[in-house]
C-alpha cells in the first residue's frame, strides 16, 4: 500500500499569515504517461464530512478560494494557504488515487495562533 | 446540484451487520463511481471501496474483503453498503463518495455505526 505522511501533524499560524502543509509518498504517484500526479487535498472543517480543495496535485476545484494552492510531483507535495483566513481552521488530508487501495495521509489540524 | 442522502446512525451489536444506503441524485448515477470511507471517533480517513454502478461492479480494500459488499440500484439511483462481522473497531462514520477518478469530488453526510455490547 503507498503510505502518505504529512508533515506537521499539527500547525498554529496567524490571520493573514502562510499556511504550509506537507505530504510525502512512499511511492511516486505521477503517471507517466500522461503526466499528471493522482494526488488530492481536503478540508475538514469540525463535525462536517471533508471537502475537495484540489486535485490533480495542483488543479483548484470549483468555489475554492484561490489563497489555496497545491504543487509538487512524484512524491512531495505541498497545500499552501497563502492568507490564513478564520474559517480555514480545520484538518487537512492528502489522499493518492494513483492506485488501490486508496490511502489518506494521518491529516494536518491547522489552527489559529 | 449533487447530493448524497445517507441512512441514519445505527447501534449494533459484535457480530451484527449493517447496511447503509446512500441515495444520490444532481447528476447521471451511472456515470461515476461510488466509494465508501470511514472515520473511527478522532481518527482519519480509511478508504474501505468502491463500485462502478453502471456494471455493478466492485473492489474493497483487502482488510474488508470477505466481510463488505457494495452493491446498487439504478432505478432509485442509490447505492448501499453492507458490513458484516461487526467489532468495536468498525465505530465509526461511514460517508459515501462520488468519486470521478479515484479522488471524492462530493460526500454524503456521514453515518454513524456504533458498535457496542
Known amino acids: 500500500d503507498i503510505v502518505l505522511t504529512q508533515s506537521p501533524d499539527s500547525l498554529a499560524v496567524s490571520l493573514g499569515e502562510r499556511a504550509t502543509i506537507n505530504c510525502k509518498s512512499s511511492q511516486s504517484v505521477l503517471y507517466n504517461s500522461n503526466n499528471k500526479n493522482f494526488l488530492a487535498w481536503y478540508q475538514q472543517r469540525p463535525g462536517q464530512p471533508p471537502k475537495l480543495l484540489i486535485s490533480w496535485a495542483s488543479t483548484r476545484e470549483s468555489g475554492v478560494p484561490d489563497r489555496f494552492s497545491g504543487s509538487g510531483s512524484g512524491t512531495d507535495f505541498t497545500l499552501v494557504i497563502s492568507s490564513l483566513q478564520a474559517e480555514d481552521v480545520a484538518v487537512y488530508y492528502c489522499?493518492?488515487?494513483?492506485?488501490?487501495?486508496?490511502?489518506f495521509g494521518q491529516g494536518t489540524k491547522l489552527e489559529i495562533k | 446540484q449533487v447530493l448524497l442522502v445517507q441512512s441514519g446512525t445505527e447501534v449494533k451489536k459484535p457480530g451484527a451487520s449493517v447496511t447503509v444506503s446512500c441515495q444520490t441524485s444532481?447528476?447521471?448515477?451511472?456515470?461515476?463511481?461510488l466509494h465508501w470511507v470511514r472515520q473511527a471517533p478522532g481518527q482519519g480517513l480509511e478508504w474501505m471501496g468502491w463500485?462502478?454502478?453502471?456494471?455493478?461492479?466492485?473492489d474493497s480494500a483487502q482488510k474488508f474483503q470477505g466481510r463488505v459488499t457494495m452493491t446498487r440500484n439504478t432505478s432509485v439511483t442509490s447505492g448501499y453498503m453492507h458490513l458484516s462481522g461487526l467489532t468495536s473497531e468498525d465505530t465509526a462514520v461511514y460517508y459515501c463518495v462520488r468519486g470521478p477518478f479515484g479522488y471524492f469530488d462530493f460526500w454524503g453526510p456521514g453515518t454513524l455505526i456504533s458498535v457496542s455490547s
Open positions: 489522499q493518492q488515487f494513483y492506485t488501490t487501495p486508496y490511502t
Open positions: 444532481g447528476y447521471t448515477f451511472t456515470t461515476y463511481d
Open positions: 463500485m462502478n454502478p453502471n456494471s455493478g461492479s466492485s
